[in-house]
């Protein structure tokens, strides 16, 4: 059973361009959540997702950044017009919902996208 | 909303044990986690408390006192592969988790 997977590891990107960062949760999995992290700080939410549904986005920027997570096929963060402060990890998180599962295996991470934006 | 406080770094002796403190403050609250992550890799789920008390899982403990806005992460007969950052997290009304700084952790021989 194959962990969350995302894709790309690394990702370099010109001031202006567009980053599409990609993620797979775990099989069986409905909900997606996305995080990033500086240098030297902790995980920051910024949205959660279920298929077809954007549950939570309060901490995406309001402009540039957009997610879906379709019906078929993997979550997407799209960054808008990349700017060198958009440099970061950005790591995917899954699971199936809430309650036992939780309690003894928590949220899987996804390996992260390395954003660099020159 | 919701805060939470870890110190930013700490350094222990290979073999000896090691106490992680969190202190956090919620609106609502479904759970503590406490991940664990190398540098330039994915957090790793280490443990879950919901209810008052001690949670054991081989070398690591996790304690919650949810009176106190209060846990921590035990670990054990320290390894210098146990050198990373720890993250503690809370669940809140939301079921989002919310993640500390993290707390780096240098074992040394």
């Known amino acids: 059973n194959a962990g969350v997977m995302q894709n790309p590891r690394h990702l370099v990107r010109r001031r202006g361009q567009e980053a599409r960062l990609r993620c797979s949760p775990m099989?069986?999995?409905?909900?997606v959540y996305w995080y990033r992290q500086l240098p030297e700080e902790g995980l920051k939410f910024m949205v959660y997702?279920?298929?077809?549904?954007?549950?939570?986005e309060s901490g995406m920027p309001k402009e540039r950044f957009s997610a879906e997570f379709p019906k078929e096929g993997p979550s997407i963060l799209r960054i808008q017009q990349v700017v060198r402060g958009d440099s970061a990890a950005y790591f995917c998180?899954?699971?199936?919902?809430?309650?036992?599962?939780?309690?003894?295996?928590?949220?899987?991470f996804g390996s992260g996208t390395r954003l660099t934006v020159v | 909303g919701q805060n939470i406080d870890q110190p930013t770094e700490m350094t222990a002796t290979e073999g000896a044990i090691v106490q992680i403190n969190c202190t956090y403050q919620?609106?609502?609250?479904?759970?503590l986690f406490w991940y664990q992550q190398h540098a330039g890799e994915a957090p790793t789920f280490l443990s879950y408390?919901?209810?008052?008390g001690l949670e054991e899982k081989g070398r690591f403990s996790s304690f919650l006192s949810r009176s106190k806005g209060y846990s921590y992460l035990l670990l054990k007969e320290l390894q210098m592969k146990d050198s990373a950052s720890y993250l503690c997290?809370?669940?809140?009304?939301?079921?989002?988790?919310?993640f500390g700084r993290g707390t780096s952790l240098i074992v040394h021989p």
């Open positions: 998180a899954s699971s199936p919902g809430t309650g036992v599962y939780l309690r003894r295996r928590g949220y899987t």
């Open positions: 099989k069986g999995h409905s909900h």
């Open positions: 997702l279920q298929k077809e549904n954007i549950i939570d």
């Open positions: 919620t609106s609502g609250f479904n759970g």
């Open positions: 408390n919901v209810l008052d």
């Open positions: 997290a809370i669940s809140g009304g939301s079921y989002i988790p919310t």
